[in-house]
């Protein structure tokens, strides 16, 4: 008889049997979540990608005849990036708002607590979901705008346009997270995505220059952090930008690390999901 234990049995009764990192569960987690969405892809891809382009039609029409230029640029070429970013900031949120909340209100939140997952794990799983909608949806708006007359959409700064979605759609899925441990019905949810995240995102200088506006006013732009994830994402496309660039990636970085402890801290104590 064989007396030694194998490595995968715990030998005292609460000790973890997994140790590092359960790749095979976070991939789980990460595919359930991902399919969630792509289920009904025409309402939480094209959708929003079809939304974003009447934006684009109407703001186009009333604002950008006669030749309108904004820092040196047509009006349109101006606001087709803080409309992509903008969509992909939503569905981001949409997407990690909906994940626990869905689990508390149907009785299925033991499915994302009693797998073998850390809490970190269980974190990236769903926010890394919401970044694959959010970039699925930009990516569908601008191969739309692509084939837009009068709308260019080529990139100047790729690595800027790739920082700076991942940084917004990051720190939008930790807020979502946050929103779905908190939120105890679909209303909680729908508040916050109404008078939070629509009024940050559209009051950011997605349809107009900060420059252009009074100093106070200027000041309050810059302490909304959608303002950085748009100007830096415009940066990408027209390598301009209404704020120093490196000022905006530091920014975001240090929003997402405090997100991502707070969300940490949170599952960690089971905070209106354990009880």
């Known amino acids: 008889m064989n007396d030694q234990t194998p490595s995968w049995v715990s030998k005292e009764p609460g000790q973890p049997v997994l140790s590092g990192i ?43 005849r006669g030749g309108k230029m904004v820092l040196g640029v047509p009006f349109p070429d101006f606001i087709a990036p803080g409309l992509i970013v903008m969509a992909m900031l939503q569905n981001s949120f949409a997407n990690s708002s909906f994940s626990l909340l869905v689990g508390k209100m149907q009785g299925t939140i033991v499915d994302y607590l009693m797998p073998p997952l850390s809490t970190g794990e269980l974190i990236a799983g769903l926010v890394g979901a919401a970044v694959t909608r959010a970039f699925l949806v930009g990516f569908a708006v601008w191969f739309v705008m692509l084939w837009w007359p009068g709308v260019h959409v080529g990139m100047a700064q790729p690595l800027s346009v790739f920082f700076f979605g991942l940084m917004g759609a990051m720190m939008l899925a930790f807020f979502g997270l946050i929103t779905s441990i908190w939120a105890e019905k679909f209303d909680h949810a729908a508040a916050i995505t109404n008078f939070v995240v629509a009024p940050l995102s559209l009051l950011s200088g997605t349809f107009y220059s900060v420059d252009a506006l009074s100093p106070a006013f200027r000041a309050i732009s810059h302490a909304n952090p959608f303002f950085y994830i748009i100007s830096g994402f415009r940066h990408g496309f027209l390598g301009e930008a209404d704020s120093p660039v490196a000022l905006g990636a530091a920014v975001l970085v240090a929003i997402n690390l405090a997100l991502f402890a707070t969300c940490y801290a949170l599952l960690k104590s089971g905070w209106k999901i354990k009880n």
Not at 29 to 46: A, G, H, P, S
Not at 47 to 53: D, Q, R, Y
Request: proline fraction near 2%; glycine fraction near 6%; hydrophobic fraction near 55%.
């Open 22 to 64: 359960n790749w095979g569960g976070l991939k789980t987690l990460y595919i359930k979540e991902v399919r969630r969405f792509f289920k009904v892809q025409l309402q939480t891809v094209w959708a929003p990608a079809v939304t974003t382009m009447l934006y684009l039609i109407i703001f186009t029409v009333a604002l950008g």
